[in-house]
């Protein structure tokens, strides 16, 4: 070993040594790294040691219902859209809710719908302004109107509109811009006690009226309108995108059932009124994340009160609930049947797969196996040799020539969870029994993205120290855990509690269920020696084997 390479490993010897003592609890050093208390006797040394990834077909379907849609801080995201390409075929993205009246509500005599709105919120990147420009335009972005409706009453009006793209994950230029978002009204009583209606791939959610349709550019709007004679505010709407309902639904529906007990409380009404769902017509485009609990239906109406004697007629609003209360489900489809993945799906073995398809939203993990004489042969170099482990790395490369990327999602965008993944008596996946790695328990980065270079392309590094140690060395020399176990990895990433100091909630809560991510990695390729995927393990001896 060169000089520099001495030093080289050196370094890096220090620096994992450094980050274990920083998380190891235990006031004296176990086997990471007890020969580095022998005088000169620290020699480092690393193997990248082949071992066996394969695809787990998780059959399109995925928990997907508020539980599973779980978002960091206890709040839901949904997914909209449809995105088509050769590698995955065909994903897309629905989206069901029930909704509630209001806690208390008065619609006064004679009322009348004027207009029925549903606002869907997405994040937007308003760092790039491009402000709407509309007719008798006095700056940008705002324009006036004469006889707006003010209370009773009609005023010359300010309104102020600016735009900005979403975030979305797809295809882009004019072709892919717009999709037709749908609003139509559940059917089916939505009970969220009944498993069916926790999965994806929930057959028992029928439709019935077209509430109403937008066609959406891939833009959301923000709307202010002050009066211009003193400038104080009539209208504010915040960032979102809006869709005008079915008016005359709504009267017959919500309106005309003043008083009866179909409106009086919620098991009543969800049963009345089943819910909506939202979904797209077009089968190609983008996916879109949005906000489910920050979404509005808003009613707009007229009618009479009574004050003191005197009847008038004024504008009122009923804003719907539509949030954490409510039943929510996101409904994926898929059409694979021209695409790579679906071609390779029926040659899908646990001995190990040439190439992985990675994707969130119910597509396939990965699972990974080390096999058994690998972690022999660590063992005995840890036995004989005084070996101890100071770092262990997944390393998985890139299928670059079959994975999406775009300007919104690039690959340093794309998030992983990696856990145990235990199985049953019969051999089959025990999703229950899920458990954080010994590494993620431990603190450590999980992973590490790596660019292309030269003629290396992208990988990650995925961290696994203490769960090959604990499997080759065990905590007092003797070896533990089931090395036959896999490791299961997911896109994603491990949903956290803000009222646990931001820890997850546990293995089994992640992203997955909403990440639009995929990507095509480099399996147990063995005609591709250099590039397939490895365990790097770097160790220290004492006699320099």
């Given at each position: 070993?060169?000089?520099?390479?001495?030093?080289?490993?050196?370094?890096?010897?220090?620096?994992?040594?450094?980050?274990?003592?920083?998380?190891?609890?235990e006031p004296d050093p176990d086997s990471l790294g007890q020969q580095l208390f022998d005088?000169?006797?620290?020699?480092?040394?690393?193997?990248?040691?082949?071992?066996?990834?394969?695809?787990?077909?998780?059959?399109?379907?995925?928990?997907?219902?508020?539980?599973?849609?779980?978002?960091?801080?206890?709040?839901?995201?949904?997914?909209?859209?449809?995105?088509?390409?050769?590698?995955?075929?065909?994903?897309?993205?629905?989206?069901?809710?029930?909704?509630?009246?209001?806690?208390?509500?008065?619609?006064?005599?004679?009322?009348?719908?004027?207009?029925?709105?549903?606002?869907?919120?997405?994040?937007?990147?308003?760092?790039?302004?491009?402000?709407?420009?509309?007719?008798?335009?006095?700056?940008?972005?705002?324009?006036?109107?004469?006889?707006?409706?003010?209370?009773?009453?009609?005023?010359?009006?300010?309104?102020?509109?600016?735009?900005?793209?979403?975030?979305?994950?797809?295809?882009?230029?004019?072709?892919?811009?717009?999709?037709?978002?749908?609003?139509?009204?559940?059917?089916?009583?939505?009970?969220?006690?009944?498993?069916?209606?926790?999965?994806?791939?929930?057959?028992?959610?029928?439709?019935?009226?077209?509430?109403?349709?937008?066609?959406?550019?891939?833009?959301?709007?923000?709307?202010?309108?002050?009066?211009?004679?003193?400038?104080?505010?009539?209208?504010?709407?915040?960032?979102?995108?809006?869709?005008?309902?079915?008016?005359?639904?709504?009267?017959?529906?919500?309106?005309?059932?003043?008083?009866?007990?179909?409106?009086?409380?919620?098991?009543?009404?969800?049963?009345?009124?089943?819910?909506?769902?939202?979904?797209?017509?077009?089968?190609?485009?983008?996916?879109?994340?949005?906000?489910?609990?920050?979404?509005?239906?808003?009613?707009?109406?007229?009618?009479?009160?009574?004050?003191?004697?005197?009847?008038?007629?004024?504008?009122?609003?009923?804003?719907?609930?539509?949030?954490s209360n409510n039943f929510h489900l996101g409904q994926y489809t898929y059409d694979r049947?021209?695409?790579?993945?679906?071609?390779?799906?029926?040659?899908?073995?646990?001995?190990?797969?040439?190439?992985?398809?990675?994707?969130?939203?119910?597509?396939?993990?990965?699972?990974?196996?080390?096999?058994?004489?690998?972690?022999?042969?660590?063992?005995?170099?840890?036995?004989?040799?005084?070996?101890?482990?100071?770092?262990?790395?997944?390393?998985?490369?890139?299928?670059?020539?079959?994975?999406?990327?775009?300007?919104?999602?690039?690959?340093?965008?794309?998030?992983?969870?990696?856990?145990?993944?235990?199985?049953?008596?019969?051999?089959?996946?025990?999703?229950?029994?899920?458990?954080?790695?010994?590494?993620?328990?431990?603190?450590?980065?999980?992973?590490?993205?790596?660019?292309?270079?030269?003629?290396?392309?992208?990988?990650?590094?995925?961290?696994?120290?203490?769960?090959?140690?604990?499997?080759?060395?065990?905590?007092?020399?003797?070896?533990?855990?089931?090395?036959?176990?896999?490791?299961?990895?997911?896109?994603?990433?491990?949903?956290?509690?803000?009222?646990?100091?931001?820890?997850?909630?546990?293995?089994?809560?992640?992203?997955?269920?909403?990440?639009?991510?995929?990507?095509?990695?480099?399996?147990?390729?063995?005609?591709?020696?250099?590039?397939?995927?490895?365990?790097?393990?770097?160790?220290?001896?004492?006699?320099?084997?």
């Amino acid at each position: 070993m060169t000089h520099t390479l001495k030093r080289t490993f050196a370094m890096l010897l220090m620096a994992v040594f450094g980050s274990a003592l920083l998380y190891n609890c235990e006031p004296d050093p176990d086997s990471l790294g007890q020969q580095l208390f022998d005088k000169d006797a620290a020699n480092a040394h690393e193997l990248a040691l082949p071992i066996i990834a394969y695809n787990i077909n998780n059959n399109d379907s995925i928990r997907s219902d508020a539980l599973g849609l779980l978002a960091t801080g206890g709040s839901t995201v949904g997914v909209l859209g449809a995105f088509k390409e050769g590698q995955f075929g065909m994903q897309k993205a629905s989206y069901i809710t029930q909704l509630r009246m209001p806690a208390s509500f008065d619609f006064g005599d004679n009322p009348v719908v004027d207009s029925v709105v549903m606002v869907i919120r997405t994040p937007a990147n308003t760092a790039d302004d491009t402000y709407y420009m509309a007719d008798k335009v006095v700056a940008p972005g705002a324009y006036d109107k004469d006889d707006f409706p003010v209370g009773n009453d009609k005023a010359t009006v300010s309104i102020e509109k600016k735009t900005y793209p979403i975030f979305k994950y797809g295809k882009d230029g004019d072709a892919f811009k717009s999709m037709k978002i749908n609003v139509n009204e559940v059917t089916s009583f939505l009970d969220a006690g009944k498993t069916e209606f926790t999965r994806s791939t929930a057959s028992g959610v029928t439709t019935g009226a077209l509430l109403g349709s937008g066609v959406f550019d891939g833009n959301v709007s923000s709307v202010v309108i002050n009066k211009k004679s003193d400038n104080t505010p009539v209208f504010e709407a915040k960032l979102g995108f809006r869709i005008n309902l079915d008016k005359t639904f709504f009267q017959q529906k919500i309106l005309d059932q003043k008083g009866k007990p179909v409106l009086q409380d919620a098991a009543n009404f969800t049963r009345y009124f089943n819910g909506i769902k939202l979904s797209v017509e077009e089968n190609d485009g983008y996916l879109f994340q949005f906000s489910p609990n920050d979404m509005q239906l808003i009613m707009y109406y007229k009618s009479d009160k009574t004050v003191n004697g005197t009847v008038t007629r004024s504008r009122e609003t009923i804003n719907f609930d539509l949030g954490s209360n409510n039943f929510h489900l996101g409904q994926y489809t898929y059409d694979r049947s021209t695409s790579a993945l679906g071609n390779a799906i029926p040659t899908f073995t646990k001995d190990g797969d040439s190439r992985i398809y990675l994707q969130g939203m119910g597509g396939p993990s990965m699972g990974v196996k080390i096999p058994d004489n690998i972690i022999n042969d660590l063992r005995d170099n840890f036995k004989n040799n005084k070996a101890a482990i100071v770092g262990a790395r997944i390393r998985v490369y890139v299928d670059m020539n079959n994975t999406f990327v775009n300007a919104q999602s690039t690959a340093a965008n794309r998030k992983f969870t990696l856990t145990n993944l235990p199985y049953d008596k019969d051999g089959k996946m025990d999703y229950s029994k899920l458990a954080f790695t010994s590494d993620t328990n431990a603190g450590f980065p999980l992973y590490y993205y790596y660019a292309k270079k030269d003629d290396t392309p992208e990988y990650y590094d995925i961290v696994v120290t203490k769960t090959i140690k604990n499997i080759v060395e065990g905590k007092d020399g003797t070896p533990t855990l089931d090395p036959n176990d896999p490791l299961l990895f997911n896109l994603g990433t491990f949903v956290k509690n803000p009222q646990n100091n931001g820890n997850p909630y546990g293995a089994r809560y992640t992203s997955r269920a909403t990440d639009m991510n995929r990507v095509v990695l480099i399996g147990s390729d063995s005609s591709n020696e250099q590039n397939r995927i490895k365990l790097v393990v770097t160790y220290s001896t004492a006699n320099n084997k």
